[in-house]
């Protein structure tokens, strides 16, 4: 059983459901079961200021992840507690523009991208890049969400 909630106050209108399925291909072929999770759609204001106050780095970016599990396991019971990602709907809509492809491209690659941060993945180094780029294709392909 995994639990996540995708929330939106800013009254985004377009349907978003396909990201159910990418959520569930990333969650299967990570072998994660159990975990509750949020996802949340933000304006370019909102998250400038996460950006700013978590990271130290005033701008618009697309997507920030909070992974609950990185100093330990977070548990309730058996239930994985792996943390939020903000997800910058307006900078993913320029973002689709300026790569050459759909909203739900970007949109999904962006969800992708903040899951596996949350499961511990990261791109500091070329390799830890290959891998975490390999794996979001990898995905995004299997659901046939192409570029």
Do not use: W
């Not at 990201?19 to 990333?26: F, K, Q």
Request: glycine share 6%; with cysteine.
């Amino acid at each position: 059983m995994n639990n996540y909630d995708i929330i939106d106050n800013f009254g985004y209108t377009e349907d978003y459901s396909y990201l159910n399925r990418v959520i569930e291909s990333t969650l299967k072929h990570e072998n994660v079961s159990n975990a509750v999770f949020s996802i949340v759609f933000v304006d370019e204001k909102t998250i400038q200021e996460m950006n700013r106050d978590y990271r130290g780095i005033d701008r618009v970016t697309d997507v920030i992840s909070f992974a609950f599990e990185d100093n330990e396991k977070v548990r309730y019971n058996t239930i994985r507690v792996l943390g939020d990602i903000y997800i910058c709907i307006p900078r993913m809509k320029e973002q689709a523009v300026s790569y050459g492809h759909s909203e739900k491209r970007e949109l999904a690659f962006l969800t992708v991208h903040g899951l596996l941060h949350l499961l511990g993945y990261d791109h500091q180094t070329e390799d830890e890049e290959k891998i975490m780029f390999g794996l979001q294709e990898l995905i995004l392909d299997g659901e046939n969400i192409k570029r």
